[in-house]
């Protein structure tokens, strides 16, 4: 129980790091590459675990494997070292890319209505954006009177067009068609 504990310490606090020195994307890299080669390699992960083998020693050999690893991260082995826990290096990586889904947990829904928007439209697009993600969603609302009514619904790359300006379009090419 304390391992789990203290890896979630670890990555809170590399986490915090990488936000105030805008890293958090490049040491999650590093951490799926550190999950990735412990999962592929039995020998790493008994060899971060050994007891036998010396902190310095496997210090070295991680600044070696993970040579091109962010800042951040060789800070983390060099913490690891110090306190002696590379046995639960990958568990932090674990931790890290918990945390790391949690702050990118918010996708900005933006949303264009001809008119300021209301409770019950408000509703209808956020049933909407419910069909296209998963994500907890912020709502960016432009409005442009040229769409007439309805909404133009963007999350990511993925676009919802249900705007009156939209419909009367379609209209216009059944008919010319």
């Known amino acids: ?25 490049s040491v ?28 310095e ?12 690893s962010n800042n951040e991260t060789k800070a983390l082995f060099q913490l690891l070292s110090t306190n002696k826990r590379f046995g639960i290096l990958q568990e932090i ?20 209505t001809a008119v300021a928007l209301t409770p019950e439209l ?15 969603l912020t709502i960016e609302n432009t409005i442009d009177p040229s769409i007439i009514g309805g909404f133009i619904l963007r999350i990511g790359d993925m676009q919802f067009n249900a705007s009156v300006a939209n419909r009367l379009q379609e209209l216009k090419r059944e008919f010319s068609n």
């Open 93 to 112: 990586a674990l931790q890290y890319k918990n945390l790391y889904n949690e702050v990118n947990g918010l996708e900005i829904a933006k949303v264009t």
């Open 28 to 55: 999650n890299n590093d951490m799926n590459d550190i999950i990735a080669a412990i999962n592929e390699s039995h020998e790493l992960e008994v060899f971060l675990a050994s007891p036998v083998v010396s902190s």
């Open 57 to 68: 020693i496997k210090l070295k050999a991680l600044l070696e494997v993970f040579s091109n």
């Open 122 to 136: 408000e509703s209808k697009i956020l049933a909407k954006a419910a069909t296209m993600t998963t994500k907890k």
């Open 1 to 25: 129980m304390n391992m789990s504990r203290a890896a979630i310490r670890y990555a809170k606090a590399i986490i915090d790091n990488a936000v105030s020195n805008g890293q958090i994307d």
